[in-house]
């Protein structure tokens, strides 16, 4: 854990529709200068009374100092808790609590990494970016999507990144196919030391394989539904190989939701693993039930 | 006006009655960086078994109206890891820890209890009854009153004289009251109601299960009436044995009407997951309820619901915010 997060009434500034995705613009003083990339921020939806008792988890794409410090989140309308944040109006109120989790670890050389996001979780990576640039990191961009509605800040990264591919299903932007196929030529052709990552598992299993074939790390932000954002409510447990060498069920929202590629078990998430610690006894190799 | 907020569970005096409850607070260090936990009356642990447990596979939780419904098959570290990480911190900060024990047996129970007695900083034990119990084809503790007996016993017995024994207990069996008479017979020094409902939830999308485990148990604002109604029923039949209130309370009022139910300490669950900073919120709102009524000790307003109306209370015009005292007071 990092330093302590706040909780703070947020007050909303600007919301902007662009494409599939809403773009929230929060006050939220404390949030922004405590904020590291690939933190997220917990909100409370349907107000003080609301019966929506979980709350809704949005990586950060921006901080700025102004106005005491703002954030600015990325989300699409996918249910009743993002509906009602969607017909929000400027200087309503919102129950902030964040930055939490654990951020992505930055290399301290000047080196060249490949910042590679799939749809709305791509809004992890350019607060990275921007912390990438001032310490003469080459971020390189990938990003995907279902079709050209659902890429993220194609255009932002261009500013922020020496270079940027896109990669949609259905071909209506960049080229045809999965972000991450493009992959392996970008690692050979930029030289790159690290990948960092965010999107849906299957993405980001296929960016660990591919990263450890050449040898660099991957760092993943790993989108788990989370229940609560602060670690209470054990709902976004993902089973990861620790330092001990032995599979820990971790919560996302905590130990995550960066982690190191090759530490998740990618292809059991959503098991516990028969060899996890504390996995039911009876499934246990090599021991009488 | 100030008023005395302390709370008394057996030997254990707490400072004030506003406690976490079992599994919906973290381990104390999630919490503690939105408050300090010293001022809460108690913190109560997750249920801590004696092996460590990875739960159940994921999807563990869903969302129901004012409810939620999880599955997370208590995972825990077990109490080797508990002792050694989890609860110094909480002795640390000066923390009341209250620690919820659980079992599949009543070896089980009683091997937790026997190593907590030892050590520092354990202000009471709860007996998470809600466990199946694998000699009796998985039903759970709390459903019959001789195997929740059975359990209080055990756990009693290896627990110290000075610390109170508390048995959590379920609202889902026909007659509550038996179950929390046969767990008082067998020494439990209060009460605490009421663990989650066993609920379910089918998705009408994937139309399938919501949550891995099937079933789940729920919590949340959706089932405090049930909870108000099991303290009540309980107080009445056994009211000098000390109830902590749980279920649904999500503001200083909801902790008043368990305490006027019957409650000596109320418990804060769900919430906890909506607002990190509930409890020390609900804490202020409830001392704040009981002065606006004129209620100078917590004590007074445990089982008020009981007596009847017009007992030792001040009435409050509903329409004044700041509750001055009013003439109209009549004592017992």
């Given at each position: 854990?990092t330093?302590?997060?706040?909780?703070?009434?947020?007050?909303?500034?600007?919301?902007?529709?662009?494409?599939?995705?809403?773009?929230?613009?929060?006050?939220?003083?404390?949030?922004?200068?405590?904020?590291?990339?690939?933190?997220?921020?917990?909100?409370?939806?349907?107000?003080?009374?609301?019966?929506?008792?979980?709350?809704?988890?949005?990586?950060?794409?921006?901080?700025?100092?102004?106005?005491?410090?703002?954030?600015?989140?990325?989300?699409?309308?996918?249910?009743?808790?993002?509906?009602?944040?969607?017909?929000?109006?400027?200087?309503?109120?919102?129950?902030?609590?964040?930055?939490?989790?654990?951020?992505?670890?930055l290399?301290?050389?000047?080196?060249?990494?490949?910042?590679?996001?799939?749809?709305?979780?791509?809004?992890a990576?350019?607060?990275l970016?921007?912390?990438?640039?001032?310490?003469?990191?080459?971020?390189?961009?990938?990003?995907?999507?279902?079709?050209?509605?659902?890429?993220?800040?194609?255009?932002?990264?261009?500013?922020?990144?020496?270079?940027?591919?896109?990669?949609?299903?259905?071909?209506?932007?960049?080229?045809?196919?999965?972000?991450?196929?493009?992959?392996?030529?970008?690692?050979?052709?930029?030289?790159?030391?690290?990948?960092?990552?965010?999107?849906?598992?299957?993405?980001?299993?296929?960016?660990?394989?591919?990263?450890?074939g050449?040898?660099?790390?991957?760092?993943?932000?790993?989108?788990?539904p989370?229940?609560?954002?602060?670690?209470?409510?054990?709902?976004?447990?993902?089973?990861?190989?620790?330092?001990?060498?032995?599979?820990?069920?971790v919560?996302?929202?905590?130990?995550?939701?960066?982690?190191?590629?090759?530490?998740?078990?990618?292809?059991d998430?959503?098991?516990?693993?028969?060899?996890?610690?504390?996995?039911?006894r009876a499934?246990?190799?090599?021991e009488?039930? | 006006?100030?008023?005395?907020?302390?709370?008394?569970?057996g030997?254990?005096?707490?400072?004030?009655?506003?406690?976490?409850?079992?599994?919906?607070?973290g381990?104390?260090?999630?919490?503690?960086?939105?408050?300090?936990?010293?001022?809460?009356?108690?913190?109560?642990?997750?249920?801590?078994?004696?092996?460590?447990?990875?739960?159940?596979?994921?999807?563990?939780?869903?969302?129901?109206?004012?409810?939620?419904?999880?599955?997370?098959?208590?995972q825990?570290?077990?109490?080797?890891?508990?002792?050694?990480?989890?609860?110094?911190?909480?002795?640390?900060?000066?923390?009341?820890?209250?620690?919820?024990?659980?079992?599949?047996?009543?070896?089980?129970y009683?091997?937790?209890?026997a190593?907590?007695?030892?050590?520092?900083?354990?202000?009471?034990?709860?007996?998470?009854?809600?466990?199946?119990?694998?000699?009796?084809?998985?039903?759970?503790?709390?459903?019959?009153?001789?195997?929740?007996?059975?359990?209080?016993?055990?756990?009693?017995?290896?627990?110290?004289?000075?610390?109170?024994?508390?048995?959590?207990?379920?609202?889902?069996?026909?007659?509550?009251?038996g179950?929390?008479?046969?767990?008082?017979?067998?020494?439990?020094?209060?009460?605490?109601?009421?663990?989650?409902?066993?609920?379910?939830?089918?998705?009408?999308?994937t139309?399938?299960?919501?949550?891995?485990?099937?079933?789940?148990g729920?919590?949340?604002?959706?089932?405090?009436?049930?909870a108000?109604?099991?303290?009540?029923?309980?107080?009445a039949?056994?009211?000098?044995?000390?109830?902590?209130?749980?279920?649904?309370v999500?503001?200083?009022?909801?902790?008043?009407?368990?305490?006027?139910?019957?409650?000596s300490a109320?418990?804060v669950?769900?919430?906890?997951?909506?607002?990190p900073?509930?409890?020390?919120?609900?804490?202020r709102?409830?001392?704040?309820?009981?002065?606006?009524?004129?209620?100078?000790?917590?004590?007074?307003?445990?089982?008020?619901?009981?007596?009847?109306?017009?007992?030792?209370i001040?009435?409050?015009?509903?329409?004044?915010?700041?509750?001055?005292?009013?003439?109209?007071?009549?004592?017992?």
């Amino acid at each position: 854990m990092t330093d302590s997060p706040v909780q703070v009434p947020g007050t909303l500034l600007t919301l902007r529709r662009a494409g599939a995705y809403h773009t929230m613009t929060l006050v939220a003083p404390g949030v922004a200068e405590r904020f590291r990339p690939g933190q997220f921020v917990a909100l409370a939806v349907g107000g003080e009374q609301s019966s929506m008792l979980l709350r809704r988890c949005f990586f950060v794409r921006e901080v700025k100092p102004d106005y005491g410090g703002t954030i600015e989140i990325v989300f699409s309308v996918r249910g009743k808790g993002t509906g009602w944040l969607a017909a929000l109006r400027p200087r309503d109120i919102i129950d902030v609590a964040g930055p939490l989790g654990r951020p992505f670890p930055l290399p301290r050389d000047p080196v060249t990494c490949v910042l590679l996001g799939v749809a709305h979780a791509s809004a992890a990576l350019f607060p990275l970016a921007a912390v990438l640039r001032q310490r003469d990191c080459r971020p390189c961009f990938l990003l995907g999507g279902a079709g050209s509605d659902d890429v993220l800040g194609a255009r932002g990264a261009r500013r922020a990144g020496d270079s940027v591919a896109v990669a949609t299903r259905d071909g209506s932007l960049g080229s045809a196919g999965q972000v991450e196929d493009l992959l392996p030529e970008l690692i050979e052709t930029a030289g790159a030391d690290v990948v960092y990552a965010c999107g849906p598992l299957d993405t980001l299993r296929t960016v660990t394989r591919i990263a450890a074939g050449y040898g660099i790390p991957a760092q993943v932000a790993v989108e788990e539904p989370m229940a609560c954002g602060t670690g209470v409510c054990m709902a976004c447990a993902l089973p990861v190989v620790g330092d001990d060498g032995a599979t820990h069920m971790v919560r996302t929202c905590v130990e995550g939701p960066v982690f190191r590629g090759e530490r998740v078990r990618w292809d059991d998430v959503g098991t516990i693993p028969f060899d996890a610690l504390g996995a039911p006894r009876a499934l246990r190799l090599g021991e009488r039930p | 006006m100030s008023v005395d907020l302390r709370a008394r569970l057996g030997h254990a005096v707490l400072p004030n009655p506003i406690m976490t409850a079992a599994g919906c607070g973290g381990a104390g260090r999630e919490l503690g960086r939105f408050f300090d936990v010293a001022k809460l009356g108690a913190f109560v642990t997750p249920s801590i078994a004696p092996e460590p447990r990875a739960g159940r596979p994921a999807p563990r939780l869903a969302e129901t109206p004012s409810g939620v419904l999880n599955s997370t098959g208590l995972q825990g570290p077990g109490i080797d890891v508990f002792l050694t990480r989890d609860l110094p911190w909480l002795d640390q900060q000066g923390a009341r820890a209250v620690v919820s024990i659980a079992g599949n047996s009543i070896e089980d129970y009683a091997e937790v209890a026997a190593r907590l007695a030892d050590a520092p900083g354990v202000t009471a034990v709860e007996i998470n009854t809600a466990c199946p119990n694998v000699g009796d084809r998985g039903l759970m503790f709390a459903a019959h009153p001789m195997a929740a007996a059975e359990v209080v016993r055990a756990v009693r017995a290896h627990t110290r004289r000075g610390v109170p024994v508390l048995a959590k207990l379920s609202a889902d069996v026909t007659d509550v009251v038996g179950v929390a008479m046969a767990c008082a017979d067998a020494g439990a020094d209060g009460l605490s109601m009421i663990n989650t409902l066993h609920g379910m939830v089918v998705d009408t999308t994937t139309l399938r299960p919501r949550l891995a485990g099937v079933t789940g148990g729920l919590s949340g604002p959706a089932i405090r009436p049930v909870a108000v109604r099991c303290v009540y029923q309980v107080h009445a039949a056994l009211p000098e044995v000390p109830i902590v209130g749980m279920g649904g309370v999500r503001t200083g009022l909801d902790a008043l009407e368990l305490v006027l139910a019957g409650a000596s300490a109320v418990a804060v669950g769900t919430a906890n997951i909506h607002d990190p900073s509930a409890s020390v919120r609900i804490l202020r709102e409830l001392e704040t309820a009981l002065r606006e009524r004129g209620i100078a000790r917590l004590a007074d307003a445990v089982g008020l619901a009981h007596k009847p109306a017009g007992t030792l209370i001040r009435r409050i015009d509903p329409n004044v915010g700041v509750g001055e005292p009013t003439e109209q007071e009549t004592l017992q």
